[in-house]
């Protein structure tokens, strides 16, 4: 109950801050450049617009709408000291966190589902005459919505256990460096680091490339990309990775990246809650 | 019945050699339906012991209780029955006090007559304006207002005069003895006496994290009565001033080349003037009226003007003084 009580309040407070719609407005665009991009195509491919905003989003855009959403949830209400009125009340901390979530979760989705509508009229008006796989697209916009969702947990996680703004930016951005571009373009990424130990250990890592699978899949970004099956066509989707069959092992198989993507909601915020039920707020 | 007690609390920041012991065995007994001042210089503890009381940090040792609840164990309750006024908090700058009022209402799961509310506080023509753009004042009167929703049993008010004019202390005065009057406990800190005078049943007086003093302004004013200081101006400081052997000196301090002398009764001040002159040259002599002001001075080793200028509207402070 009051949980929905300081998501009620926060979402009045957060969905009139002007910064929090940029993002949004950048997602919107995207889907209308790539739209417009298959109206010079002679047979425009539906699916190829799925999978460009599948790349924009995952490593770019929806993180940014979620942490810019989300990184001052908690921490800038304890620079500034209105979280003694928002616990100046009988509210418990857990509620304060998880109502910060529910609020800025519902703005994020709010504005995902905008750009999704947006992108929808530019397909109805600049390429008419291509066929929208609606299955499908429901499908990608649904997974789109719980990674979305996942980053915003990530956001009120790290704002609930940082005291000041400064180290919330710092937080959300180094968890941007670390498990998006680290995780897959450094060559220090966690899948090298476990080949170099296997090696080191004598083992091959060619007998292991499963786990390897795993730990790519692992990061909310590595996870959300390995959910094309869902919604793209095995003539896209194996350009990429190879299609998972059903002889491999539940941990990489689609359905699991759905779980690992809850986990990114589930974790960060039993953490965050944890760290800000332990503060001090003097 | 007691709203608020604490018993041997205390709240030590940091640990070893840079730990800080900002309050050490706290005992206060606040009754219900009294008006409480906590008084003491900035630093002395009061919002130390005040965020200990919400739960907003935790106590290094002791226990609190507020309304017969634990602080730490049962702090929703607490705050179920209480209306808080943070120090120097800022507002949510993007609602409108309308939805200030509404927040608390929901938090606490009340109806509050929110337009008779911000009337009292004085803000009902800013009723709908966002608050970003409110003043230091404006966003106190609505901190205030958000207290008061609910009629709660207990107000706790940290420096509740701060930001505001001297017209402003004085509604804010004139609303903690109505709220006193419909039986409302109300709890308040703040580092001016004066303010403290006008409205208290009961002071307590912090001093560097300890409680120098709890007791009634009657029984302070009595216990003062007779005590007294005179200040005398000299030429040079003498090294021996020979006041040991003057009968009635309660303590001496020096500030440049002024002596500052608080005596048992007025009648001692003629002796420590004669026994300064056989030392030195006096250049000039000034002798205060009693006042809580000398007590204040002497519990907490400082006088109420520094207390004053150690915040930022010190001259708030001064006018405070002016208009009490």
Request: net charge negative; aromatic share 8%; hydrophobic share 45%.
């Amino acid at each position: 109950m009051s949980t929905l009580a300081v998501a009620r309040r926060d979402f009045l407070n957060v969905r009139r801050a002007k910064l929090v719609w940029a993002p949004v407005a950048l997602y919107s665009l995207f889907m209308v450049l790539f739209f417009y991009g298959q109206s010079s195509n002679t047979d425009p491919d539906f699916h190829m617009v799925l999978f460009s905003l599948l790349g924009i989003g995952s490593v770019l855009v929806i993180p940014l709408i979620a942490l810019v959403a989300a990184y001052l949830s908690v921490a800038g209400e304890r620079e500034s000291g209105t979280i003694k009125f928002t616990l100046g009340v009988p509210v418990d901390r857990a509620a304060v966190v998880t109502g910060k979530l529910l609020a800025r979760s519902i703005v994020v989705v709010a504005g995902v589902l905008v750009s999704f509508v947006v992108g929808t009229i530019a397909a109805k008006v600049f390429v008419p005459g291509m066929a929208i796989a609606y299955g499908d697209y429901l499908r990608f916009i649904a997974i789109t919505v719980l990674y979305a969702t996942a980053y915003v947990a990530i956001a009120v996680g790290i704002s609930a256990a940082t005291s000041a703004r400064s180290r919330a930016i710092a937080g959300s951005i180094a968890f941007f460096f670390v498990f998006n571009i680290g995780w897959f373009s450094l060559p220090i990424s966690p899948m090298e680091v476990f080949e170099f130990v296997l090696e080191q250990l004598g083992r091959d890592p060619e007998n292991y490339q499963h786990f390897i699978e795993l730990i790519w899949s692992l990061s909310p970004t590595g996870a959300y990309l390995n959910t094309m099956d869902f919604y793209l066509p095995a003539r896209i989707a194996s350009q990429q990775a190879p299609v998972s069959t059903a002889s491999d092992p539940f941990y990489i198989q689609p359905w699991f990246m759905l779980v690992i993507l809850a986990a990114w909601v589930v974790v960060p915020l039993a953490l965050g809650i944890r760290r800000f039920q332990k503060a001090q707020l003097g | 019945m007691v709203a608020i007690q604490t018993d041997g609390l205390t709240k030590r920041f940091g640990s070893g050699e840079a730990g800080v012991l900002a309050l050490n065995d706290l005992d206060l007994t606040v009754e219900e339906g009294e008006v409480f001042g906590f008084l003491g210089p900035n630093g002395a503890g009061k919002s130390t012991t005040i965020n200990i009381l919400l739960n907003f940090i935790d106590p290094t040792a002791g226990s609190a209780e507020v309304l017969g609840h634990d602080v730490q164990t049962e702090s929703k309750q607490v705050r179920q029955r209480t209306g808080v006024l943070p120090e120097g908090a800022e507002v949510f700058e993007r609602l409108t006090p309308r939805e200030h009022i509404a927040w608390v209402e929901d938090a606490k799961g009340i109806d509050a007559d929110t337009d008779a509310i911000l009337d009292t506080v004085g803000i009902a023509d800013a009723a709908d304006r966002k608050a970003g753009g409110f003043s230091k004042g404006m966003q106190q009167r609505l901190g205030l207002g958000m207290a008061l929703a609910g009629d709660p049993d207990l107000l706790i008010l940290d420096e509740p005069s701060s930001g505001l004019d001297p017209t402003g202390m004085k509604e804010m005065r004139q609303l903690i003895r109505e709220q006193a009057a419909s039986g409302t406990t109300v709890f308040f800190s703040s580092h001016i006496l004066s303010e403290v005078e006008a409205v208290c049943d009961r002071v307590a007086i912090l001093s560097g994290g300890e409680l120098a003093i709890q007791d009634t302004i009657e029984n302070l004013r009595d216990q003062n009565e007779g005590v007294c200081t005179i200040d005398v101006e000299v030429d040079s400081v003498p090294d021996s001033l020979g006041l040991d052997g003057v009968a009635g000196v309660q303590d001496v301090g020096v500030a440049d080349d002024e002596l500052i002398v608080t005596c048992e009764s007025p009648s001692v001040k003629v002796d420590v003037v004669r026994a300064i002159d056989e030392r030195t040259t006096v250049t000039d002599i000034v002798s205060e009226d009693t006042s809580l002001e000398t007590l204040f001075e002497r519990y907490t080793g400082e006088s109420v003007e520094a207390a004053g200028e150690q915040t930022d509207d010190s001259t708030e402070a001064a006018e405070a003084e002016v208009v009490a």
